[in-house]
């Protein structure tokens, strides 16, 4: 029995200077379809609790570690 392949995972780290804010986000559940993805790179799309706008976002495979907690949005 082959194993799934493993889960994507969309990582958004605000830009604003003296802000460490990140998230990890599963984009399927959160944007459907694959088409309506946010693009790798910079991003304009997301606000963060600090007010601010820039984002990078990038993607990743697997599982995320629970010692690092993400809670941006």
Avoid at 43 to 66: E, L, Q, T
């Amino acid at each position: 029995m082959r194993e799934p392949p493993p889960r994507r995972w969309l990582h958004v780290r605000c830009l604003r200077p003296y802000c460490g804010r990140e998230a990890l986000i599963d984009p399927a559940a959160r944007f459907g379809a694959g088409a309506r993805w946010p693009a790798a790179g910079l991003s304009r799309r997301f606000v963060c609790r600090c007010g601010g706008r820039a984002a990078h976002v990038s993607y990743g495979d697997g599982k995320p570690k629970p010692d690092n907690p993400c809670g941006w949005l």
